[in-house]
Structures are given as structure tokens and as C-alpha cells.
């Protein structure tokens, strides 16, 4: 039986997964990241891979690494990442493993992990997107990823809402999605109340008005991106992953009633919106179906 291990390396956990051909977890591991100056996230990533090997009569044959930012054109590296995860731009992961490893963006990585095995099997057009610390994009064509020019295709998170805002996402762009809902923004537009969106998300159950008003826009500014990501690529699904889905209800309800509102809805015929069957592990899955696919 053939193995992958699948790594994902988010801005507030790492995700490790080991992964058969026919996409069946067998073992997984979570570490916090810490991306801060001087802090030894990659020796946490090796550590973990070698938890991931322990005790296997069968071989490793390959590893998947997925990360935020863009691959290079022959996926052995992340080419360009600004301002988080310092080192990782243009370090090989092959050569620090020791094994063959293929290196894909986060979000893409997500999609072939539900086109493949989960959500979005079945389907030929679709739309991912990823939201965690940031929020990340995929888009699938004629059953094929669509990567696009430096393999940037996808990252919805840096659609501006509101252009007013002085705020801007890590591409400069103002009043992006990513700072309206990213888990990274949480402290700044709670004005120092919640360290989380966790924290936020308790206080919204517990009925408290500005963590409800807070959460309520944010989860706005979502359906307003998946209604206008309905009308310009017109999908047969969007499917929503990452951390921020394990929210639950306290998500899906309200999204659903705002793009009630929103969606333009010729012939009754809407967009049909689903959580991520991996949630937060779909990077991870994604990125050992991918280095599978790679050998």
C-alpha cells in the first residue's frame, strides 16, 4: 500500500495527515504554527513528519506540503509569500525532508482534496474558498484546478467590500474579505475584545450585541463575495472550508439567510453553498492527493 504524508502549514496551526491512494486518513496531527520572528516553525514541521512516520511497515512514498502563498512553476517551493512565515520563500522542502515532496498554495490544495474524496466529487465547476487565519480560493474548471498566471487564480480573500476602508490585505488591497472575516484581523475589529474567532463566536451564542453585530457583518461580507463569485463564474457549487466552518450554524444559518437576500436567482435555479467534507484538514488531504498525483 502506498503512503503520502500531507502537510499544511496554516497561519495558526500546522496540519499533518498520513494519507492511501484511496484518500483514507490513517493518521493526523495538529501543532500550533507560530509565526513570529525567530520562532522554529519548520523543525515543528519536521518533527511532525517524522510523528507521521512512526511505526510503518509501509514506505512513504511521497509528501504534499500546502502553505498560503504561490508556488513555483515546477511546485518544489513557495515562490512568493510577503510578510508571514519568514524563510519560506524559495526553501526546498525536498531537500529538508529527504523524501520527494511537492509543494502546492493552501487553497488549491483544499480543492483537490474535495474533488477528489469529498465534497465536490461529482461536480466539473465549483468554487472553494478557505477561511481560517486568512481566507484563500480555488477554482475548479471542467473538473481541472485552475491555477491561472503564477498560479495565483483564486484568492478571493483579497476581494475588496468595501473600498473605503482603510485596512488592507497583505496584496493591498482595501476592505478586503480576508480582514472582514480572517481569523488574523479578529483583535483589530473587536477593538481589542476578542484575541479569536472563537473567543467572538461565544460571546455572539451568548447573545452579547457587539460580538453579534460583529459576527453578523462578517459572515454578510461573505455572502456578498459568494453572491458575486455566483454571478461572475456561475458555479454549480461554492463549497466553504477551513477553520472558521467548524462555527457550524452559527455560520451556515445566517450565511443562507443573507444570500436569500442577495443571489440573482434566474429561474429559481440557486447556487448550492456546502461545508468542506475535510473542514480544516482539507489542505492537508489535498496536498498528498496532489503529491500522489505528481508520481
Known sequence: MKLAIGIDVGGTNIKGILLNEQGEILKQHYAPTNDEPGSKWREIILEMVSYLKTGLSESIVVIGLSCPGFADETNKCIAHLPNRLAGVENFIWEDYFGTTTFVINDAHAALIAEAKFGTL???????????????????????????????????????????????????????????????????????????????????????????????????????????????????????????????????????????????????????????????????????????????
Request: charged fraction near 20%; proline fraction near 2%.
Open 121 to 295: 466529487k461529482g461536480f466539473k465547476n465549483a468554487v472553494l474558498l478557505t477561511l481560517g487565519t486568512g481566507v484563500g480560493g480555488a477554482i475548479l474548471i471542467n473538473g481541472e484546478l485552475y491555477q491561472g498566471l503564477s498560479q495565483m487564480a483564486g484568492h478571493f480573500g483579497h476581494t475588496s467590500i468595501n473600498s473605503y476602508d482603510d485596512e488592507t490585505s497583505i496584496l493591498g488591497i482595501p476592505g478586503s474579505l480576508e480582514y472582514a472575516i480572517g481569523n488574523y484581523s479578529i483583535e483589530r475589529r473587536s477593538r481589542g475584545l476578542y484575541k479569536s474567532t472563537y473567543e467572538l463566536l461565544n460571546a455572539y451564542k451568548e447573545n452579547n450585541s457587539f460580538a453579534s453585530w460583529l459576527w453578523l457583518d462578517s459572515v454578510r461580507k461573505l455572502s456578498l463575495t459568494i453572491a458575486s463569485l455566483a454571478n461572475s463564474l456561475s458555479p454549480e457549487i461554492i463549497v466553504l472550508a477551513g477553520g472558521i466552518t467548524k462555527a457550524g450554524d452559527a455560520l451556515f444559518k445566517p450565511l443562507h439567510d443573507f444570500i436569500d437576500i442577495y443571489e440573482f436567482r434566474p429561474k429559481e435555479k440557486s447556487t448550492i453553498i456546502k461545508e468542506a467534507t475535510f473542514s480544516d484538514l482539507s489542505g492537508a488531504v489535498g496536498a498528498a492527493a496532489f503529491a500522489f498525483s505528481k508520481i
